[in-house]
Each structure stands twice: as C-alpha cells, then as structure tokens.
C-alpha cells in the first residue's frame, strides 16, 4: 500500500511540475490551475489511503474481494490522469484565463467532493 500512494504522490508531483511543452504555450499555465490539479491529486491519495483494505461500494473500484485495493487504485489513477490529459488537451489548443479559472473551480469543486470522501472513509473501521 506504501508504495502506491508513494506512486501517487510521484505521479501528482511530476505532473504538477513538469511543462508539457515549452515552445507550444504562448500563456504559460496559470498557478491557480497548478494549486487545482495538486488539491485533486491530495484528494484522490487521501482517498486511496482512507479507502484501502474496506469493503467498496463502487463495483468499479472494488477487487475480486469486495474490498478496495490494488485494482481500485490503479483506476482511480487512470480516472485522475484522464481527466488532467484531457484538461491539456482543451488548454493547449485554446489557453484563456477564462478557461483556466473554469476548469480551476471544477478541479476544486472535486477536491472538495473526494476529500468529503475520504474524511468519510476514515470514521468506517476496517473490517477485522
């Protein structure tokens, strides 16, 4: 488990602190936007962390058990590098402050909603 979310927090840093492209970006990304995408991948680890070992709702991220773990993981890093490949995509073609700050309120708006998860997650005791 320690290595996962220590492969979590790489992958958040390196996404958050690498430039995609340096000649492309005429409007270099906005630190609201970076501070977004940073807040969603705390959230998405604190979740995995809150998560891990319990049985799971979500069919889609449980394991063969029931319970959360590996495979649920690996999902949850395929959603979150989904949603911020495609941000880039959309920011790339056409970078506007606009867009910036819209998709900045929506990548908050998420950290918010998983973080309430985790919070959540950590009051469930871990089945014995």
Known sequence: M?????????????LNAQEL??????IPAPKLWRASITALAVANVLDVHSSWGKH????????PTG????????VKLGFQGGLIGFE???????????LYRALSVINF????TIGGVAVHNYTVPRPQ
Request: net charge positive; hydrophobic share 40%; proline share 4%.
């Open 67 to 74: 319970n959360f773990g590996k495979e649920g993981a690996i």
């Open 109 to 112: 708006g998420v950290s918010a």
């Open 2 to 14: 320690r290595n996962i979310l220590l492969f979590f927090g790489i992958c958040a840093g390196i």
């Open 56 to 63: 799971e709702l979500n069919s889609t991220l449980s394991g």
């Open 88 to 98: 880039y995509l959309i920011t790339r073609g056409h970078p506007s402050r606009k």
């Open 21 to 26: 492209s340096l000649l492309d970006r005429p």
